[in-house]
């Protein structure tokens, strides 16, 4: 039964009502205090360490090295106090310079546009001069903005225009005229989505795949795609319409920016090429690869261009290829052509849609085999199978291969199987999860915790507005539980394994997200101001026994765009090493919980008034 005040004073409980008066007056005076503070932590230009927001209702799990590719959330408690009792507002004294390369320094990439060790190469046949060559030491100059650079168009808007400022680069307007790719309009570059080989547009072209193929179904069993030679990346732009995410690549050659202009267009992509090196993907990746028109001599080098392909395609993809020797018949594509049925043959690819569209462009889809019967009653064992892989990160800096990849088995050498369609890939067990007893429970465990990390953390206490943000980096990815957990955002993460963590990649393509092999001691192969938000959970650990923080954080400030954010979850040892550091580049920052930094880039470039 309640208690009234009045019953209260007649059976004279003074000190109950002294304690609940006083408690009263605190909580109003710290109510009033915190709201005449200062305004959002994110705007401020100084370090500050921000009051811990209640906990998440379920507990954060801490899991060691062993079991988990990336650490997690380390308690709380422990780390708050060691943050109060830190003095973080400092700022390294660096004198910045941006990049001497006249005006080529706005787009510079340091290990694609290192002109001094490609004009070392002694050949360029193989396309040696578009791949890696990383200056030592990296260096520590800034790339300057575009003149006129502004806030990006955003997303949706921005799959169709884009400011003609921050990309500045009108070459393949009058190069790709004929063809749609891009047209300038007043103060945009626009994308009508036309193609080489997109004459009526580049959805009418998803749309004849589908009928061509009924069995490709765009967002279930085709979830993750490689477009070789992608241009301005439109046929993955429009696939993302259907569940579908495509990694899109091309080298930085003479169709000038084209991965630049998928990148500012919101679309994932990447910088790479098909030369002497393997691509920096995991072995059975992609459900599907698309080449159209993508200048790929898939039979030379012994056909080593196509093993490649065949390595990154998982069992039962699909090959798409777009290009004149499937549809015309002169000497010259006659003769392709017939190289690639012998090319295609001996890999055991089955051809099971060949057509032309109303337009007079044809194409073939392929498919790969999922079981060894073909590759057994092969007349010629060439290319041979390759040996069986012991190392991890297997294809970093690792010479393309004249052999058949083998198809990938369980721990008890039984073929394994994808069955599991698109959105229930997300969050089922992948198929290369590793073979100890606790594996999936790690696996479910990781998936938890990110998504209440995510939700009640990121979104929730960082005040990290999404609907600015696009683009998205995971430095770390460990199973992409960070991705997964934004699923349904309107935003795509890169999911990058380190080349000296645990080889997750697999999982992450197993799960339906895309992601590299890359080793952060060198730059990213991505334009400057690509990124909106960088994550890095635990980076550090390793890093700072092989490279230096300023270094990272040089290449950070290179890829985020103005009025990015990086956030990070590290220790107080890594998070004091390089706070200062991004404090020097004029970021502001905030610390949340002891073991969150978040930075956020400004406009600032250097001047010779700084000096």
Same mark, same amino acid.
């Given at each position: 039964?309640?208690?009234?005040?009045?019953?209260?004073?007649?059976?004279?409980?003074?000190? $109950?009502?002294?304690?609940?008066?006083?408690?009263?007056?605190?909580?109003?005076?710290?109510?009033?205090?915190?709201?005449?503070?200062?305004?959002?932590?994110?705007?401020?230009?100084?370090?500050?360490?921000?009051?811990?927001?209640?906990?998440?209702?379920?507990?954060?799990?801490?899991?060691?090295?062993?079991?988990?590719?990336?650490?997690?959330?380390?308690?709380?408690?422990?780390?708050?106090?060691?943050?109060?009792?830190?003095?973080?507002?400092? !700022?390294?004294?660096?004198?910045?310079?941006?990049?001497?390369?006249?005006?080529?320094?706005?787009?510079?990439?340091?290990?694609?546009?290192?002109?001094?060790?490609?004009?070392?190469?002694?050949?360029?046949?193989?396309?040696?001069?578009?791949?890696?060559?990383?200056?030592?030491?990296?260096?520590?100059?800034?790339?300057?903005?575009?003149?006129?650079?502004?806030?990006?168009?955003?997303?949706?808007?921005?799959?169709?225009?884009?400011?003609?400022?921050?990309?500045?680069?009108?070459?393949?307007?009058?190069?790709?005229?004929?063809?749609?790719?891009?047209?300038?309009?007043?103060?945009?570059?626009?994308?009508?989505? +036309?193609?080489?080989?997109?004459?009526?547009?580049?959805?009418?072209?998803?749309?004849?795949?589908?009928?061509?193929?009924?069995?490709?179904?765009?967002?279930?069993?085709?979830?993750?795609?490689?477009?070789?030679?992608?241009?301005?990346? !439109?046929?993955g732009g429009y696939l993302l319409d259907k569940d579908v995410i495509t990694m899109?690549?091309?080298?930085?050659?003479?169709?000038?920016?084209?991965?630049? $202009?998928?990148?500012?267009?919101?679309?994932?992509?990447?910088?790479?090429?098909?030369?002497?090196?393997?691509?920096?993907?995991? &072995?059975?990746?992609? &459900?599907l690869i698309h080449c159209a028109r993508c200048r790929v001599h898939w039979d030379?080098?012994?056909?080593?261009?196509?093993?490649?392909?065949?390595?990154?395609?998982?069992?039962?993809?699909?090959?798409?290829?777009?290009?004149?020797?499937?549809?015309?018949?002169?000497?010259?594509?006659?003769?392709?052509?017939?190289?690639?049925?012998?090319?295609?043959?001996?890999?055991?690819?089955?051809?099971?849609?060949?057509?032309?569209?109303?337009? +007079?462009?044809?194409?073939?889809?392929?498919?790969?085999?999922?079981?060894?019967?073909?590759?057994?009653?092969?007349?010629?064992?060439?290319?041979?199978?390759?040996?069986?892989?012991?190392?991890?990160?297997?294809?970093?800096?690792?010479?393309?291969?004249?052999?058949?990849?083998?198809?990938?088995?369980?721990?008890?050498?039984n073929l394994l199987r994808w069955s599991t369609p698109w959105p229930q890939r997300?969050?089922?067990?992948?198929?290369?999860?590793? !073979?100890?007893?606790?594996?999936?429970?790690?696996?479910?465990?990781?998936?938890?915790?990110?998504?209440?990390?995510?939700?009640?953390?990121?979104?929730?206490?960082?005040?990290?507005?999404?609907?600015?943000?696009?683009?998205?980096?995971?430095?770390?990815?460990?199973? +992409?539980?960070?991705?997964?957990?934004?699923?349904?955002?309107? @935003?795509?993460?890169?999911?990058?394994?380190?080349?000296?963590?645990?080889?997750?990649?697999?999982?992450?393509?197993?799960?339906?997200?895309?992601?590299?092999?890359?080793?952060?001691?060198?730059? $990213?192969?991505?334009?400057?101001?690509?990124?909106?938000?960088?994550?890095?959970? $635990?980076?550090?650990?390793?890093?700072?026994?092989?490279?230096?923080?300023?270094?990272?954080?040089?290449?950070? &400030?290179?890829?985020?765009?103005?009025?990015?954010?990086?956030?990070?979850?590290?220790?107080?040892?890594?998070?004091?090493?390089?706070?200062?550091?991004?404090?020097?580049?004029?970021? !502001?920052?905030?610390?949340?919980?002891?073991?969150? @930094?978040?930075?956020?880039?400004?406009?600032?470039?250097?001047?010779?008034?700084?000096?």
């Amino acid at each position: 039964m309640p208690i009234s005040v009045q019953n209260m004073f007649k059976e004279r409980k003074f000190p $109950f009502l002294f304690a609940f008066s006083f408690l009263l007056i605190s909580v109003t005076i710290l109510l009033f205090s915190y709201s005449s503070s200062s305004p959002s932590l994110l705007l401020s230009t100084n370090f500050q360490v921000s009051d811990p927001l209640p906990p998440p209702p379920r507990p954060l799990p801490t899991r060691s090295p062993k079991n988990v590719p990336v650490s997690s959330t380390k308690p709380v408690s422990k780390t708050i106090a060691a943050a109060s009792d830190v003095d973080l507002n400092v !700022s390294l004294d660096i004198k910045w310079e941006n990049c001497q390369l006249g005006p080529l320094a706005v787009d510079y990439i340091p290990c694609l546009d290192n002109w001094k060790a490609i004009k070392e190469l002694k050949s360029r046949r193989r396309m040696e001069h578009r791949e890696r060559h990383c200056p030592k030491p990296s260096p520590r100059c800034l790339a300057p903005l575009p003149i006129g650079y502004k806030v990006p168009v955003h997303w949706p808007k921005s799959r169709d225009m884009i400011w003609y400022s921050n990309v500045p680069h009108p070459k393949l307007v009058e190069y790709k005229k004929e063809q749609n790719w891009v047209r300038k309009s007043g103060d945009y570059f626009v994308f009508p989505g +036309g193609g080489t080989q997109f004459k009526n547009g580049v959805q009418s072209y998803i749309d004849f795949i589908h009928k061509t193929l009924p069995a490709i179904k765009w967002g279930k069993n085709i979830r993750v795609i490689l477009d070789v030679g992608c241009g301005v990346a !439109s046929f993955g732009g429009y696939l993302l319409d259907k569940d579908v995410i495509t990694m899109s690549f091309a080298p930085k050659d003479e169709h000038e920016a084209q991965i630049q $202009f998928a990148l500012e267009r919101g679309i994932p992509a990447i910088l790479s090429v098909i030369g002497t090196q393997k691509l920096t993907f995991s &072995d059975n990746a992609y &459900d599907l690869i698309h080449c159209a028109r993508c200048r790929v001599h898939w039979d030379g080098d012994g056909g080593k261009p196509l093993l490649e392909l065949n390595r990154v395609l998982k069992p039962g993809g699909y090959f798409i290829w777009s290009a004149t020797p499937v549809y015309r018949d002169d000497e010259r594509d006659s003769k392709v052509w017939k190289s690639m049925v012998a090319l295609t043959t001996s890999l055991c690819w089955k051809i099971v849609a060949k057509t032309v569209d109303s337009t +007079g462009v044809g194409l073939v889809i392929y498919q790969k085999p999922s079981s060894y019967s073909c590759y057994k009653h092969r007349k010629e064992k060439l290319p041979p199978l390759c040996e069986q892989k012991t190392n991890q990160n297997a294809s970093w800096y690792e010479p393309l291969s004249y052999c058949i990849s083998r198809l990938p088995v369980d721990r008890m050498g039984n073929l394994l199987r994808w069955s599991t369609p698109w959105p229930q890939r997300l969050s089922s067990k992948p198929p290369s999860l590793p !073979s100890k007893p606790d594996a999936e429970d790690i696996f479910i465990e990781d998936t938890k915790h990110w998504a209440a990390l995510v939700s009640e953390v990121y979104l929730d206490g960082l005040a990290i507005s999404l609907g600015r943000i696009r683009n998205v980096m995971d430095m770390n990815a460990g199973y +992409g539980g960070f991705a997964a957990a934004l699923i349904d955002q309107p @935003l795509w993460v890169m999911n990058v394994v380190p080349i000296d963590a645990q080889d997750t990649l697999s999982i992450i393509f197993e799960r339906g997200l895309i992601g590299v092999y890359h080793d952060w001691c060198e730059s $990213f192969n991505t334009y400057p101001r690509t990124y909106d938000l960088l994550h890095a959970s $635990f980076l550090f650990k390793n890093l700072k026994e092989r490279c230096d923080t300023i270094d990272v954080a040089v290449e950070m &400030d290179r890829i985020l765009r103005p009025g990015g954010y990086l956030l990070v979850q590290d220790t107080m040892e890594n998070i004091k090493k390089l706070n200062p550091v991004l404090r020097s580049l004029h970021w !502001s920052t905030t610390l949340y919980q002891g073991q969150f @930094l978040v930075g956020k880039k400004g406009f600032w470039r250097p001047s010779e008034n700084d000096n």
